[in-house]
């Protein structure tokens, strides 16, 4: 017989594989904000799928308790929007920097936002590939002085947050993981979020760019009486890039790509069985 399901606590969510970052990377911050949003809402571990790409981050399935998908190169979002639609029940996060998200996996963005599946999109962004020796990725800083550009980065950085409230997303929002209880509580409004809901999270890379220093005096929370409906409210807060703005900037309601999916598949099969043999005689 058995009784009731006991209480999920962050660290029932800790698997034995122990994070091999390097001590003092934010991403630890991250993973502590994700295992407490997941124990406030008590998520079960057989509900839940996470998904990452290659990277630093990439390694965070192996760390959270339930289903798991390390994937390739810049395709969380596919992989995490084919997880949802085979089975819409399950809570789906996917986990990506922003090597990984904005540069090889770009191209899926725009798509994932305007189809609007509901899911969750976490990127850990510390503007740098600190997997491999911190090369400048697509969120570095006009000026940032790596191996790859010992004379400087030239190029403009690309702006996550306008980006997504451009493309469509429905729930736009950034952390800071030097501030996890904070993160925890963004997080947390992502997932009861009901669509796609990203959330760009400052995560300083203690060995290729140490922003701990810096970011600190950026900080600024999200006005109190600020309209997240209103969009371009949104998107001047999102190019307010004097300061690191905490927050939601942008939530929306819109359907869901999988209530389309479950429409059309729901028309389809009132139209009757496939015509399989005329669509075949077409072709003889």
């Known amino acids: 017989m058995s009784g009731p399901t006991p209480e999920l606590l962050p660290q029932s969510y800790k698997t034995d594989e122990h994070p091999i970052w390097c001590p003092g990377c934010g991403d630890f911050g991250v993973l ?12 079960q571990p057989k509900d839940l799928v996470v998904v990452s790409g290659i990277g630093c981050s990439g390694r965070t399935p192996g760390f959270v308790k339930s289903y798991g998908f390390h994937s390739l190169h810049g395709r969380v979002l596919p992989v995490a929007l084919g997880v949802k639609l085979a089975n819409p029940s399950l809570c789906v996060i ?20 305007r189809r609007n599946p509901d899911m969750v999109y976490v990127i850990m962004d510390n503007s740098t590939y600190g997997l491999t020796k911190g090369q400048y990725s697509p ?56 669509g796609f809901a990203f959330v760009n999270v400052i995560s300083p890379c203690i060995t290729f760019n140490n922003t701990y220093k810096v970011i600190p ?13 209103n969009r371009a409210k949104a998107f001047e807060l999102a190019l307010d890039t004097a300061h690191v703005q905490l927050g939601i900037f942008y939530q929306v309601s819109q359907p869901t790509f999988e209530e389309g999916a479950a429409e059309v598949i729901q028309k389809a099969q009132a139209s009757g069985p496939p015509r399989l043999e005329e669509i075949f005689s077409e072709f003889s």
């Open 32 to 43: 502590d904000a994700v295992y407490k949003s997941l124990a406030g809402l008590q998520v």
């Open 94 to 113: 996917g986990v990506g920097g922003d090597g990984d998200g904005f540069a090889i996996g770009g191209g899926h963005i725009p798509h994932a936002a």
């Open 217 to 229: 005096q950026k900080l600024k929370e999200t006005p109190q009486d600020h309209d997240v409906t």
């Open 139 to 194: 969120t570095s800083p006009r000026g940032y002085q790596a191996g790859s550009t010992p004379y400087g980065n030239i190029e403009q950085p690309l702006n996550p947050l306008a980006m997504l409230i451009a493309y469509g997303a429905t729930f736009v929002a950034q952390g800071y993981s030097g501030k996890p209880r904070e993160l925890a509580d963004v997080v947390t409004k992502a997932i009861e979020h009901k």
